[in-house]
């Protein structure tokens, strides 16, 4: 078999409808849900962070600065990943694809920004 023929079959032929099938089905991370959870922690992490911030702000001007930028990168990360996994699953809820773990990572990433954002705008103050 020559490498033209291989190459010719790889691209148009058996293999391409099935990657293609993988690939929509298994969003991000491989199965699916393992890529979810990890979205879903990087915004719950995000949350955490934020809380913290946001309640060191209060101390006073420049406080949890650093905490609140970690806190809403995390969450701007949590919701673009959560909005790529989502487009790129096929099926619903409950179909194993991890759906539910992005919607909740999208959930705690937009709350964790938005803490984030709000510890920021606190920090900045002087009194």
């Known amino acids: 078999m020559s490498i033209r023929h291989l190459l010719a079959t790889t691209v148009v032929g058996e293999f391409a409808p099935a990657a293609h099938t993988s690939l929509a089905a298994g969003g991000i991370g491989g199965s699916g849900r393992a890529g979810a959870t990890v979205i879903a922690l990087v915004g719950l ?51 194993g694809q991890g759906r539910a773990g992005a919607v909740a990572g999208a959930a705690l990433g937009l709350i964790g920004a938005v803490l984030g954002g709000l510890a920021l705008a606190r920090s900045r103050r002087t009194a």
């Open 45 to 95: 992490t995000s949350v955490v962070v934020g809380g913290l911030a946001l309640s060191r702000s209060r101390r006073g001007p420049g406080e949890g600065r650093v905490q609140a930028l970690v806190a809403a990168a995390a969450g701007l990360v949590s919701l673009v990943l959560s909005a790529w996994h989502l487009a790129l699953t096929t099926e619903g809820l409950g179909s």
